[in-house]
Protein backbone atom coordinates (compact mmCIF):
# COMPACT_ATOMS: atom_id res chain seq x y z
CA UNK A 1 0.00 0.00 0.00
CA UNK A 2 1.22 4.03 -0.44
CA UNK A 3 0.25 6.70 -0.20
CA UNK A 4 -1.28 8.49 -3.05
CA UNK A 5 -3.38 11.72 -3.66
CA UNK A 6 -5.55 12.16 -6.42
CA UNK A 7 -7.75 15.15 -7.42
CA UNK A 8 -10.97 13.93 -8.50
CA UNK A 9 -13.53 16.77 -9.75
CA UNK A 10 -11.21 19.63 -8.06
CA UNK A 11 -10.85 17.70 -4.72
CA UNK A 12 -7.88 16.35 -3.29
CA UNK A 13 -8.23 13.13 -1.77
CA UNK A 14 -5.34 11.31 0.12
CA UNK A 15 -5.79 7.72 -0.48
CA UNK A 16 -4.07 4.62 1.00
CA UNK A 17 -3.90 2.26 -2.44
CA UNK A 18 -1.77 0.04 -4.13
CA UNK A 19 -0.39 1.64 -7.11
CA UNK A 20 -1.16 -0.69 -9.01
CA UNK A 21 -5.23 -0.56 -8.45
CA UNK A 22 -7.67 0.32 -11.04
CA UNK A 23 -8.76 4.07 -10.54
CA UNK A 24 -12.24 2.71 -10.68
CA UNK A 25 -11.56 1.12 -7.57
CA UNK A 26 -10.31 4.00 -5.97
CA UNK A 27 -12.71 6.22 -7.65
CA UNK A 28 -15.46 3.71 -6.47
CA UNK A 29 -14.69 2.11 -3.28
CA UNK A 30 -11.79 4.41 -1.44
CA UNK A 31 -13.75 8.15 -2.44
CA UNK A 32 -17.15 7.13 -2.64
CA UNK A 33 -18.12 8.05 -5.75
CA UNK A 34 -20.20 6.03 -7.25
CA UNK A 35 -21.13 7.44 -10.80
CA UNK A 36 -18.35 5.79 -12.75
CA UNK A 37 -19.60 2.35 -13.45
CA UNK A 38 -18.05 -1.06 -13.57
CA UNK A 39 -18.62 -2.81 -16.72
CA UNK A 40 -16.55 -5.46 -18.08
CA UNK A 41 -13.35 -4.79 -15.97
CA UNK A 42 -11.25 -5.17 -19.45
CA UNK A 43 -11.49 -1.70 -20.82
CA UNK A 44 -14.27 -2.97 -23.48
CA UNK A 45 -17.62 -1.15 -23.28
CA UNK A 46 -16.51 1.81 -22.06
CA UNK A 47 -19.20 2.04 -18.99
CA UNK A 48 -15.62 3.48 -16.80
CA UNK A 49 -14.78 6.24 -18.71
CA UNK A 50 -13.19 9.19 -16.84
CA UNK A 51 -11.27 12.19 -17.96
CA UNK A 52 -7.57 11.73 -16.69
CA UNK A 53 -6.20 15.58 -17.39
CA UNK A 54 -8.59 15.44 -20.52
CA UNK A 55 -8.37 12.57 -21.97
CA UNK A 56 -10.83 10.01 -21.50
CA UNK A 57 -9.87 6.95 -20.18
CA UNK A 58 -11.53 3.45 -19.39
CA UNK A 59 -10.85 3.48 -15.52
CA UNK A 60 -11.13 0.03 -15.19
CA UNK A 61 -7.73 -0.78 -16.66
CA UNK A 62 -5.47 2.96 -15.49
CA UNK A 63 -3.68 2.26 -12.46
CA UNK A 64 -3.94 4.82 -9.83
CA UNK A 65 -0.70 5.65 -10.44
CA UNK A 66 -1.12 6.78 -13.25
CA UNK A 67 -3.99 9.20 -12.10
CA UNK A 68 -1.44 10.34 -9.18
CA UNK A 69 -0.80 14.10 -9.67
CA UNK A 70 -3.44 14.75 -12.46
CA UNK A 71 -7.20 15.99 -12.70
CA UNK A 72 -9.69 12.91 -12.81
CA UNK A 73 -13.34 14.26 -13.55
CA UNK A 74 -15.81 11.76 -13.02
CA UNK A 75 -19.67 11.87 -13.82
CA UNK A 76 -20.32 13.70 -10.85
CA UNK A 77 -17.77 16.57 -11.76
CA UNK A 78 -18.41 17.08 -15.25
CA UNK A 79 -21.22 19.77 -14.21
CA UNK A 80 -22.47 20.23 -10.61
CA UNK A 81 -25.74 21.37 -11.80
CA UNK A 82 -26.09 18.66 -15.09
CA UNK A 83 -25.69 21.84 -17.20
CA UNK A 84 -22.82 20.38 -19.26
CA UNK A 85 -24.05 20.81 -23.01
CA UNK A 86 -24.32 16.54 -23.35
CA UNK A 87 -25.96 16.37 -20.24
CA UNK A 88 -28.55 18.74 -21.02
CA UNK A 89 -29.03 16.98 -24.22
CA UNK A 90 -29.39 13.57 -22.79
CA UNK A 91 -32.20 14.83 -20.56
CA UNK A 92 -33.55 16.75 -24.13
CA UNK A 93 -33.55 13.40 -26.26
CA UNK A 94 -34.25 11.20 -23.35
CA UNK A 95 -31.48 9.07 -24.26
CA UNK A 96 -31.36 6.47 -21.38
CA UNK A 97 -33.53 2.97 -21.62
CA UNK A 98 -32.39 1.43 -18.41
CA UNK A 99 -29.16 3.93 -18.03
CA UNK A 100 -26.41 1.88 -17.03
CA UNK A 101 -23.55 3.05 -19.54
CA UNK A 102 -24.62 6.56 -19.73
CA UNK A 103 -22.21 7.67 -17.61
CA UNK A 104 -19.42 6.88 -19.59
CA UNK A 105 -21.13 7.42 -22.78
CA UNK A 106 -21.55 11.50 -21.70
CA UNK A 107 -17.90 11.52 -20.20
CA UNK A 108 -17.11 10.44 -23.80
CA UNK A 109 -19.44 12.53 -25.94
CA UNK A 110 -17.87 15.82 -23.79
CA UNK A 111 -14.42 14.78 -25.43
CA UNK A 112 -15.56 14.53 -28.62
CA UNK A 113 -17.47 17.30 -28.14
CA UNK A 114 -14.43 19.15 -26.75
CA UNK A 115 -12.28 18.13 -30.01
CA UNK A 116 -14.81 18.49 -32.75
CA UNK A 117 -17.51 21.11 -31.69
CA UNK A 118 -19.16 20.17 -35.09
CA UNK A 119 -19.10 16.04 -35.79
CA UNK A 120 -20.48 14.44 -38.42
CA UNK A 121 -22.26 11.27 -37.65
CA UNK A 122 -19.13 9.48 -38.60
CA UNK A 123 -16.94 11.20 -35.87
CA UNK A 124 -19.63 10.32 -33.61
CA UNK A 125 -20.15 6.76 -34.74
CA UNK A 126 -15.81 6.59 -34.24
CA UNK A 127 -15.96 8.22 -31.14
CA UNK A 128 -18.54 6.07 -29.69
CA UNK A 129 -17.76 2.65 -30.95
CA UNK A 130 -15.86 1.71 -27.62
CA UNK A 131 -19.20 2.29 -25.68
CA UNK A 132 -21.81 -0.53 -25.46
CA UNK A 133 -24.90 0.49 -24.88
CA UNK A 134 -26.90 -3.12 -23.93
CA UNK A 135 -30.50 -1.43 -24.38
CA UNK A 136 -29.19 -0.68 -27.86
CA UNK A 137 -29.91 3.68 -27.77
CA UNK A 138 -27.51 4.02 -30.30
CA UNK A 139 -29.18 6.57 -32.69
CA UNK A 140 -30.82 8.64 -29.26
CA UNK A 141 -26.94 8.82 -28.43
CA UNK A 142 -26.22 10.44 -31.73
CA UNK A 143 -28.59 12.56 -32.03
CA UNK A 144 -28.10 14.01 -28.25
CA UNK A 145 -24.56 14.36 -29.02
CA UNK A 146 -25.58 15.92 -32.57
CA UNK A 147 -28.21 18.46 -29.99
CA UNK A 148 -25.16 19.16 -27.76
CA UNK A 149 -23.17 20.29 -30.42
CA UNK A 150 -25.44 22.89 -31.62
CA UNK A 151 -26.33 23.89 -27.65
CA UNK A 152 -22.69 25.20 -27.54
CA UNK A 153 -22.55 26.87 -30.95
CA UNK A 154 -25.53 29.11 -29.38
CA UNK A 155 -24.02 29.27 -26.09
CA UNK A 156 -19.86 29.64 -27.38
CA UNK A 157 -19.21 27.07 -24.40
CA UNK A 158 -16.80 24.03 -25.35
CA UNK A 159 -17.58 20.54 -24.16
Known amino acids: MAKITLNINKKDYPLEADPQMPL?????????????KYGCGVAQCGA??????????R????????????????????????????Q??????????????HSGQIMSAAVLLREKPNPT???????????????GTYLRIREAIHTAAEMQKKTGTKG
Open 59 to 86: SCVTKVSRAAGKKVVTIEGLSETNSHPV
Open 88 to 101: KAWQEIDVPQCGYC
Open 121 to 135: DQDIDDAMAGNICRC
Open 24 to 36: LWAIRDLAGLKGT
Open 48 to 57: CVVHLDGEAV
